[in-house]
């Protein structure tokens, strides 16, 4: 019989190292070394060994899993009714482990549709209530989950969405379900700043990104950018520009990084999809 101790993994003190503080235009050069000169950003990652988080084995296993909310954080249970009809039930049927789980997956979205129980308008118009209070002083404290977000837009996807579910046309599994995309792609119509105060203010992107592109073909209804640690450069998404990201587990921890925005608008429940990156462990 193995004991705890056998997969204890031995720690190694941290070797202290000087990080020099960088803001203003000093940040701006080292973002445009860093993306022009050939090789700088590599030998960066290489020389201060984060590639080692990559071959990284832990034995202790990861909960990839949601878990329902100890208490009513976040209004967690109420997409569960929409405009007063109760189109979910309480369990999910499809994966045993969710069973008692309170979030909507993807696929609860679609059947719902399907069977005509809710449209994608009357989900989006909850939607945006739901994102207004998550980013407000009416939720306390603010979970700042969501970074950009256009309720026009929102709505002119669920308009088109709903009307393809009248005409028996969905698109696929993903037409109408809400999907947010992380501040560091390209959404058309959206700046993209990757958390700072200075990247592409007033461009917006002129076309999406390829994985955005590849999502609204399928009809996924672009919500909106999710909030992020500044350029990436951090495991906290605590950023003084765009609002520090919560937990809703507990609001007063993070929600990791750097796409920590995403995290939180999955794990409030407040959409079932969120696109994140991973540089070196940010999404693992």
């Given at each position: ?236 998404t605590n950023n003084p520009n765009t609002q520090t990201t919560r937990n809703p587990y507990n609001p007063n921890h993070y929600c990791g990084g750097s796409s920590g925005g995403s995290a ?21």
């Open positions: 019989m193995s004991s705890r101790h056998d997969h204890e993994i031995k720690l190694e003190p941290t070797p202290r190292m000087f990080i020099p503080y960088v803001s203003g235009l000093p940040l701006r050069l080292l973002v445009l070394f860093l993306e022009y000169v050939p090789g700088l950003s590599n030998y960066f990652f290489w020389s201060r060994k984060i590639n080692v988080l990559r071959n990284k084995r832990f034995n202790d296993e990861i909960t990839v899993m949601p878990l329902p909310l100890p208490n009513e954080v976040f209004g967690i249970e109420e997409p569960m009714i929409i405009n007063g009809l109760e189109i979910f039930d309480q369990k999910n049927k499809y994966n045993p482990i969710l069973e008692n789980q309170k979030f909507l997956c993807a696929r609860d979205f679609t059947e719902a549709y399907l069977a005509k129980r809710v449209t994608p308008i009357q989900v989006c118009e909850k939607l945006i209530d739901k994102i207004d209070h998550s980013c407000s002083k009416a939720c306390d404290p603010p979970l700042h989950g969501m970074y950009q977000y256009r309720k026009d837009d929102i709505m002119a996807q669920a308009k088109a969405s709903t009307a393809r579910y009248n005409q028996k046309q969905p698109l696929g599994p993903l037409d109408g379900v809400p999907v947010a995309i992380k501040d560091e792609f390209d959404v058309f119509g959206y700046e993209t700043h990757g958390g700072t105060l200075f990247l592409n203010r007033g461009k917006p992107a002129s076309k999406d990104a390829f994985l955005v592109k590849k999502l609204k073909d399928q009809g996924a209804i672009i919500i909106g950018k999710t909030n992020m640690h500044e350029i990436g450069f951090g495991t906290t939180c608008v999955v794990s409030s429940g407040l959409c079932p999809i969120a696109v994140g990156c991973d540089g070196g462990g940010s999404i693992r």
